[in-house]
């Protein structure tokens, strides 16, 4: 069992995750000190393994970028990437939509993780329910993707109604977006676990990450064919 | 201050409460016992007042009925009318929305409030978002009411998706249907509270005695002209 | 459906959201970046639209203050305005209260944007229960407005107290304002959720600009006559 | 330390608890088989001590009347006395204020409890302030008490306006009554536990023995003079 | 819109949504009264089409069974079907996980829903970690199915364990299985969604049908191919 | 009702209230700005009253004390006073007790609002339950007092061990010390509120203002004698 | 690993449990159907192996214990046990402390279970904090256990006190005794879970099973020496 | 009693507690003032007790460090050490496992927290479930350990597979590791709560101290034999 896992004593990177779950082993920078993620980057950067890590802070790319490491940054999805991967293009594609301004960033973390894996991905941003008229106007374009990703804050009810307007699966990502009886995304969570449409799952709060990796793994299946 | 209140007791009868709100004292019967039921309708009937009962069990019913008392008592709703009410009808109309079949006892707690105080009422049940066209095939309609009530439990979207289209104030009513992560109605309540569209208040789970007052108050500008 | 939204790539200004719920696109700010913020200012302003804008933090306004822009901020309510409203003065009278002097922003975001919208506006502040006679003593005013706005923290009753006293509809705002069990105004919009005065509705936690926008779309009944 | 408790096998009730406290070991009833509540109220009958048990069913006093212990049960409080308390009556006098009809066994308990050790009690019931008027009228009376107890469910704010009435200690009790979003009493509790009036102090709810015990610590002050 | 939607009253049964969104209007039982259950099911019966109800009681299905109409019923799931689906079998497989053996009702929901839209579902049950052998000699097996389906109850980590060692996606659905600070599946649905093995998507407690509604949207993508 | 309250805009200063309820107006600093809080203050000062403020932060008071009132601030219990009060010494003894020394600010709030009104204090600090022998070694001083106010976190079970051990009311303050599952103090106060022991009342986290205030008015009863 | 478990289709019965855990698989009966039940005990007892089940309900035992398996049931604690176990009574001494008499049920489970392994189980019942006394009478003898098992509802504060006291190992049982803000055995966990002393582990609510299988894998350690 | 505690006005330092309990007074620094830590400190280095604490911040370290009092402090585990422990290597071993790097400051608590006490620990880190093989491939040697810490957080899964494939006792530490529906680790508490692997106990989110307080009692059981 050698070869599966790199032990650098805080952690253990875990190799054969890719050949496990059809998806590697990708680093969470939150709660690591710049420290321990420069190590790791190291470690990855050694093996000549592209890596993506998600909710990297500006302190943590500000420590990281002077290593010479060749690294990619995004201030709104807070994604960092080293090196270039290595996947071709997938066939499906995957709608990446959000209700408001504000699920930017969560929306974003969704559709670079998925582009970093080769996903064809199509954003619909500011698509929420107060204004159904701006949704109704791009509903046959997102009826054409192969999974939807739908982020949403507030009273989350935009994955409800596209899933009753489209065959597609829809993920659900509430956000943190709202305030008082928002309760930073809970309100949003607990109404899509409730959809009354059919074909929604739900991940946690913020997690564009989470939905991407679904989507990931769905895609899958229509490659298989 | 002696004729405002008839105190029979385990309860003091308030007399000005129309006078001083405009909406008279009305008896919410659960937890009160069969034989204190009885004993505020008989207090009421004597005084030549007729009054509106909520949440009256068919236990309390079947207890009551027998008394000779002039009673109706609607199963769905659970509303019990002790004689006929003095309201002339309203000039204004009040639009009950729900978004499915289980919803109907609440909806029709609001509908028949609202028709005891003299309520024009139209009612549009299961219009619910996972089918929006049923939805979009009455709005129209529902634009041309003066205050929309509109109830749902599970999601709770309905009345977002409602005050997204419409010009009427719409009071949101969370219903206790659905299961799980529903909470009974805590979901629908959290997600009306946050709801994106503008216009929107809301009342306590499962009030549709609540909407309904509340919409005669409202409905009362208009008749102020 | 060309015309009924401006597409500016992280968002659609919604331009018939008035003509379909009676209350134009506002510019919720909390959540945006200064970028986005001013990007959409300048739109609207280029469109020759005036607009308000809530949650503006005195960051974001010293970032767009210099833009050129006829813009109005107001630290307490934290609103801030593009250009000049084009609405009249509205016939119905709005009545705010407030229970404690901490209250004032809330209260002020439910004045100012009534204001910006013609609606004619009376404030009552610190006539929280704890000293009646401060409340009472204003009864009689309170009573000839035709929309109340009663906007309390900790244990939020002042919605309860002046609804059992008057005849038009009360919105209840709870406020973030308290400690410990206070739990960030949740207490107070529970309380107000199960007021036992008839006539109450709620909307979320610190959400003056929504009690207004509520209070608006009723006071059109008036203005229908 | 032999003779300050009596151990019967699953209990060893406290013999010494009315010195050491000034108030006698009771029994709380529920969670109680009847096999063992009759035990414990036979080793009480034979010390020749009387004892007071709280939520009492009917279920359990129908199984213990037969026994030919001298009992008294009241079915509004769920209170079941045994034997005839020793207490002399009290000088101070304990005023006990409900909300509400539905309010009563609780209200009841922490009354009846009162008696039994001898307390002078008041009792103002419907006094909730959706008809303010009602405990407006009531209010001088209420100011003669030394001690006040007040019950409410639903908002739970009769408390906190009662204490900014008057100036002897107020003894917060919420009650479960109320549905929806009154989470068996829980909004009634937070309510109270924020009451923007001073000397409120507040104990679990439904729990009208604690009030009544609480109160008679109070007025063990009165009696010290 | 005329043939979308079939109006009842009560409810309008939507006829469109299999072409909408894939999926046909399916009847949840809970909340109907049995007379509107039995109308639903004529209604469709007279319109020829098959129909799928989940959450029938014992209670409702012993009024609907002797109408004559063709009816089947489950008492593990609580699913009763209308007539003979018309449905192909499917080229994908679903694998249905379950805990323990009180997650089978839950279990049998999702894997009986899937076969009435002619899904091949394969069953592993009670593979929960505490016996982590069980899983493990089934994991060869599991790892061929296209989409799996884990239900849990009390700590839920069964989902987390069968996502990191397999490529399909996960569909976990928590069960109100457990005690205490289980909160009726509440631990168990929180557990899943912060899942730290990628590609888990949850669904509301004991959620069988949303479950498998969700692998059915899934499993179309193989189908496309 | 003139000059029953003094309004400075968005202030009405109570000064019926001491006439009232006993306890005159006290000023809670939090969520006031420091203009707000200097004119209040000044407006005391004009009309030769002696007020105290509480949550005092540093930030406010060095915006004041510059200002020529006769101000003193305590840093520890963050509490102003202004002028001199006019309270003679009370008959009655209050026992202050602190589970911990964290506890002490809230413990220091109680005291000195206490001590502004005339009351003698004890204090006894850090006599937690996990060392038991600290508390037992001062509990015949301790059973000496009128009334004892018991201030803990974390398990909060202080107020319970000593109510079972003396014979005047506990007045129980939660404290928000502890991390984690103390969820800043809803521990404490549930433990408190579920007091196995007689005569504990409870007020908000961290309220040892509230818990003063309620001690003096038990107090009162002391000295009506 | 053919010969680990047993599978009869509903479950897979963990045979190798014991050696793997150092505790054979036992039954928790709770959400099995009766007949469920019955094939389980049948199963272990053709296997020749005795075996324990928890949470057995009335209901449950009147179905098998006709089976003419060999069974005994206790009405307290809610355990069946198949067989004759094979443990031999072990070295260290096993303390089981209950608050009240409503804990008994829980107690009863951890001491039953305890010595179906053949653990020495000493009862120390009635124990709680409102009167010291009765516990510190016995906390010599409570000092000699090896391990200690607490169970307390209402505000759980038994096992800081013990803890406070001794030097074995406590495991904290918070039970569902209780009412209102107890929320049926939550806080008495939390209370647990912030034990200010040291030493405190604790199990979920009323699993009494949970904290006997932790004792006795706890005194392994002193039967290994 | 004299000698069992030092008093010192704020705090009364816990001298008999290691006689009473087997465990020294320890220094909870969170929560107290710079000033208030020295002062502790320099009581016990003047009466010559070594001695530890916990939650020390950087703040608080940077404050004492210049006192000449013999400090070590540790950055990851936030633990301070005053003087040279006299504890002699204890007999068992302690195995502490993390699920993630995040984790490290909890586990290191623990582990540093033991090893003040004289215990041996073998560290097992970042080996949560997302791959399984990292756990497997260790657990031949954590089988080997005589009491078992498991801390992790999000799902908080790892006890439970950890404790299903050992015999020794478990004990779970919840961490604050994750985000959203994490809720700072109560998931992960909740989660560990419900274990359905036998023998785990749980302790307050991130409370590595606790854990190791209560593994040091249990390792008590091996030193006795």
Do not use: W
Request: net charge neutral; glycine share 10%; proline share 3%.
């Amino acid at each position: 069992m050698d070869n599966t896992y790199s032990d650098i004593g805080f952690a253990k990177l875990d190799l054969s995750r890719e050949e496990r779950t059809g998806a590697p082993e990708t680093v969470y920078c939150a709660g690591k000190t710049c420290e321990q993620l420069l190590i790791i980057l190291k470690t990855f950067y050694e093996k000549g393994i592209a890596v993506l890590g998600t909710r990297c802070s500006t302190a943590q790319y500000d420590y990281v970028k002077d290593s010479g490491l060749p690294l990619h940054y995004n201030e709104t999805s807070h994604i960092i990437v080293l090196g270039q991967h290595k996947y071709v293009q997938s066939a499906g594609i995957l709608a990446v939509c959000a209700a408001g301004t504000a699920d930017l960033p969560v929306a974003e973390e969704a559709a670079q993780v998925a582009e970093f894996f080769g996903i064809k991905v199509e954003r619909y941003y500011d698509v929420g329910i107060a204004g159904l008229h701006r949704l109704l106007s791009k509903i046959e374009n997102i009826r054409k993707a192969d999974v939807v990703i739908a982020a949403a804050g507030m009273e989350g009810a935009l994955p409800s109604v596209v899933a009753g307007l489209i065959k597609a699966p829809v993920i659900a990502v509430p956000t943190s977006v709202g305030y008082g009886a928002s309760f930073q995304g809970l309100t949003a969570l607990l109404a899509m676990l409730n959809s009354c449409a059919e074909g929604v799952s739900v991940v946690n709060i913020d997690n564009g990450f989470g939905a991407a990796m679904a989507a990931r793994k769905i895609l899958r299946l229509k490659e298989q064919k």
